[in-house]
Every structure is written in structure tokens, then in C-alpha cells.
């Protein structure tokens, strides 16, 4: 047998497959559980009832069910609450949870009327239905609630619970996924594992794995600043040497060029450079990561009647497999063929030509 669902009150749906032979209306059919599987599935369907208990605690008495998924690897439970748990406070809940384990008080349910159980504060589960008379299930002074499922006779047989992840479903409902006994054990184990791995890499001892991120994170900040400040003296002074390269063209200056390694940030104070060394310009910049191109056009004030920076790069990019645009004055675009930004530099004269 795979699965047992309820279908009414009192009838219990079997499900499973039939690998040889064949099944006729009215045979005996003999369904035996699987003790491992049962037992695993109670370990978490306990912790469920716990966790929900200790999310009320934490997070509000607002928090209510409405879903779960309890098998023999896990526990799946979504609830009612407005912003994602903080760390701190899936801590909190695992502390209590733990808590009640180590208590290792009893399990105990009896049958009661449903309004009964209802005034003795327990919680009825979202989408069941109930009749008469339920089962209440209470652990010690913690946890009560209506259920007919298989759960441990004492808490501390859950052993260990650990929430694996946090997460939002839907407007207003978070989920939460949590492991317990051997399964919590292992969880936690991988994090180990994983903690090492990296304090390996980084050659420190795991406590002083956080430390050492944080020390390489403000090397990389302070190299970046650096890398910036090169790049942005790279591009003045291969700016320099570009505005002996721009073409006259009735009395236009006229620019195409490509600026190998720069970034966008650079591409945009070379443009601003070269235009106010050149005066009366239109100007097209160009730079290739080996995969991508970026590209800048910028045209002088005195020129934006007759030329349009946004047309110019539109121009440029539509041939080298991209598009853009901008501002009169300045326009940005990008494109996926660097190996076609010479020849499409090298039309920009001509474009030019036919608008002036």
C-alpha cells in the first residue's frame, strides 16, 4: 500500500498498485504497514503539532493553519502571517519545539464533544471536517488540538527538530519545512559538511568562516573602487588619443571608436570628455566583454535639431544584434555580435553625412 485517505467519516480508502496477478471484485486483500515509514511519518506529525503551537507563541495568536504535508521525510506546514519569519525568530520557535521534546511528557488523546473540545481550547485544523465527537490530541500543557492521525506516545521520541526552510506561498501565508530524529540529524550534519567545505577553501577554522568573508568582501569593495578609478583614467586618456581619429564632416566632428575594457560608467565620462573637447560633435563609443557589446552615442547641443543620439545608437546597435535608446543628446543601447562593431562604427560617417 502507497496511501490511506479518508473518504467519509468513516471510511478509509486504500491505495496501491498490483505488480503480478490479477484483482476481481470480492477478493481478500491483505495491506500491511510499513512499521519504518509510519513511525518516521509519526516523528513529524507530532513536531507539526509543536511547531504550531510554538508559532503561535512566537510570531501571534493570528497564526492559524491552512495546509500541510506530513510524510515519513518531513513536515510541510503553511500558516497565516504578514512578512517572512526573521532568523531570529525561526531560533525561537526550534528552541521551543526542542523544548517540549526534551520534556518527554505524554502523548494522550481521547474522544470528546466537539463543542466541548472546542471550549477546552483546542485548535481544529484548517479544511477538516468534524463530527459529533472528535479526538483531541494533547501534549502536556502545550499543544491541543483536533486529529485523528498516528503520532508518538511521548514527545521525546521525536528526538530532534530543525526547520530546513521559511518561505511565502501566497498573499499572507508563509510555509515552513522542518525535519526531525535521524532526518534533523543528517540536515544539520550536510550544514556541517558544507561549513567545512568552505572553511577548507578559504583555509580558516569554521567558526572564523563569517570573519573571513566579511575581510574578503571589503577587499573586493576596495579593489573595485580602484578598478573603477583605472578604468575612468584609461578611457581620458584613450580619449586623448581618439579625438585626432574624428572625421570632419561639414563642419561636424565626427566619432566612432571602440574603447577596449570599458564599462558603461566609463563609456558615459569618456562621451561627456569628448564632447567637450570636440564642441561640435556626434560621437559614437563602443566596448566588448567577448559576448556582449555596449554601446553610447552622444551628440552636442548645438546639433540636436538635425541629429537624434537615440536614432544614432539605434542605428549602430540594430547591427550588432541589439537595440537602445536615449535622450536627444545621449542615448545608451547594447547587442549580442561583437565581432560587427567595426563595420558598424565604421557607418556612422555616412549616417551622419545624409542628416547634416
Same mark, same amino acid.
Given at each position: $500500500? !502507497?496511501?490511506?485517505? +479518508?473518504?467519509?467519516?468513516?471510511?478509509?480508502?486504500?491505495?496501491?498498485?498490483?505488480?503480478?496477478?490479477?484483482?476481481?471484485?470480492?477478493?481478500?486483500? +491483505?495491506?500491511? /504497514?510499513?512499521?519504518?515509514?509510519?513511525?518516521?511519518? #509519526?516523528?513529524?506529525?507530532?513536531?507539526?503539532?509543536? $511547531?504550531?503551537?510554538?508559532?503561535?507563541?512566537?510570531?501571534?495568536? *493570528?497564526?492559524?493553519?491552512?495546509?500541510?504535508?506530513?510524510?515519513?521525510?518531513?513536515?510541510?506546514?503553511?500558516?497565516? *502571517?504578514?512578512?517572512?519569519?526573521?532568523?531570529?525568530?525561526?531560533?525561537?520557535?526550534?528552541?521551543?519545539?526542542?523544548?517540549?521534546?526534551?520534556?518527554?511528557?505524554?502523548?494522550?488523546?481521547?474522544?470528546?464533544?466537539?463543542?466541548?473540545?472546542?471550549?477546552?481550547?483546542?485548535?481544529?485544523?484548517?479544511?477538516?471536517?468534524?463530527?459529533?465527537?472528535?479526538?483531541?490530541?494533547?501534549?502536556?500543557?502545550? !499543544?491541543?488540538? &483536533?486529529?485523528?492521525?498516528?503520532?508518538?506516545?511521548?514527545?521525546?521520541?521525536?528526538?530532534?527538530?530543525?526547520?530546513?526552510?521559511?518561505?511565502?506561498?501566497?498573499?499572507?501565508?508563509?510555509?515552513?519545512?522542518?525535519?526531525?530524529?535521524?532526518?534533523?540529524?543528517? @540536515? /544539520?550534519?550536510?550544514?556541517?559538511?558544507?561549513?567545512?567545505?568552505?572553511?577548507?577553501?578559504?583555509?580558516?577554522?569554521?567558526?572564523?568562516?563569517?570573519?573571513?568573508?566579511?575581510?574578503?568582501?571589503?577587499?573586493?569593495?576596495?579593489?573595485?573602487?580602484?578598478?573603477?578609478? =583605472?578604468? !575612468?583614467? $584609461?578611457?581620458?586618456?584613450?580619449?586623448?588619443?581618439?579625438?585626432?581619429?574624428? #572625421?570632419?564632416?561639414?563642419?561636424?566632428?565626427?566619432?566612432?571608436?571602440?574603447?577596449?575594457?570599458?564599462?558603461?560608467?566609463?563609456?558615459?565620462?569618456?562621451?561627456?570628455?569628448?564632447?567637450?573637447?570636440?564642441?561640435?560633435?556626434?560621437?559614437?563609443? @563602443? @566596448?566588448?566583454? %567577448?559576448?556582449?557589446? !555596449? &554601446?553610447?552615442?552622444?551628440?552636442?547641443?548645438?546639433?540636436?535639431?538635425?541629429?537624434?543620439?537615440?536614432?544614432?545608437?539605434?542605428?549602430?546597435?540594430?547591427?550588432?544584434? %541589439?537595440?537602445?535608446?536615449?535622450? #536627444?543628446?545621449?542615448?545608451?543601447?547594447?547587442?549580442?555580435?561583437?565581432? +560587427?562593431?567595426?563595420?558598424?562604427?565604421?557607418?556612422?560617417?555616412?549616417?551622419?553625412?545624409?542628416? =547634416?
Amino acid at each position: $500500500m !502507497s496511501d490511506t485517505q +479518508k473518504i467519509q467519516p468513516e471510511v478509509f480508502g486504500h491505495h496501491g498498485m498490483l505488480k503480478t496477478g490479477k484483482l476481481r471484485v470480492g477478493d481478500a486483500v +491483505k495491506a500491511q /504497514v510499513d512499521q519504518v515509514a509510519r513511525e518516521r511519518a #509519526a516523528w513529524n506529525h507530532s513536531a507539526t503539532h509543536l $511547531m504550531h503551537a510554538a508559532l503561535r507563541e512566537v510570531l501571534g495568536q *493570528h497564526v492559524q493553519q491552512k495546509g500541510s504535508l506530513v510524510d515519513a521525510e518531513r513536515t510541510r506546514f503553511d500558516f497565516t *502571517h504578514d512578512a517572512p519569519m526573521t532568523d531570529e525568530e525561526i531560533r525561537r520557535v526550534e528552541a521551543l519545539v526542542n523544548r517540549e521534546i526534551r520534556r518527554n511528557v505524554e502523548v494522550a488523546a481521547r474522544i470528546m464533544k466537539f463543542d466541548d473540545a472546542i471550549r477546552a481550547g483546542a485548535l481544529a485544523f484548517f479544511g477538516d471536517k468534524y463530527g459529533d465527537e472528535v479526538r483531541v490530541l494533547q501534549m502536556g500543557d502545550f !499543544s491541543t488540538e &483536533l486529529c485523528g492521525g498516528t503520532h508518538v506516545r511521548r514527545t521525546g521520541d521525536i528526538g530532534f527538530f530543525k526547520i530546513v526552510s521559511e518561505t511565502g506561498v501566497a498573499a499572507g501565508i508563509r510555509r515552513v519545512e522542518a525535519v526531525t530524529a535521524d532526518g534533523a540529524l543528517a @540536515a /544539520v550534519q550536510a550544514q556541517e559538511a558544507r561549513l567545512a567545505d568552505a572553511a577548507a577553501a578559504l583555509k580558516v577554522q569554521p567558526a572564523e568562516v563569517a570573519q573571513k568573508v566579511h575581510h574578503i568582501l571589503d577587499n573586493m569593495r576596495v579593489l573595485e573602487k580602484e578598478l573603477a578609478r =583605472l578604468k !575612468s583614467k $584609461m578611457a581620458a586618456s584613450r580619449g586623448e588619443e581618439l579625438i585626432a581619429q574624428a #572625421a570632419d564632416v561639414k563642419g561636424v566632428k565626427v566619432l566612432a571608436a571602440s574603447i577596449d575594457g570599458a564599462d558603461a560608467k566609463t563609456l558615459r565620462e569618456a562621451m561627456d570628455r569628448l564632447k567637450d573637447k570636440l564642441r561640435t560633435a556626434a560621437i559614437v563609443l @563602443a @566596448a566588448s566583454d %567577448g559576448a556582449r557589446v !555596449s &554601446l553610447i552615442a552622444g551628440v552636442t547641443a548645438d546639433l540636436t535639431a538635425k541629429l537624434k543620439a537615440g536614432e544614432l545608437v539605434n542605428f549602430v546597435a540594430r547591427q550588432v544584434g %541589439g537595440k537602445g535608446g536615449g535622450r #536627444a543628446d545621449m542615448a545608451q543601447a547594447g547587442g549580442s555580435e561583437p565581432a +560587427k562593431v567595426p563595420g558598424a562604427l565604421g557607418s556612422v560617417k555616412g549616417w551622419v553625412e545624409q542628416r =547634416l
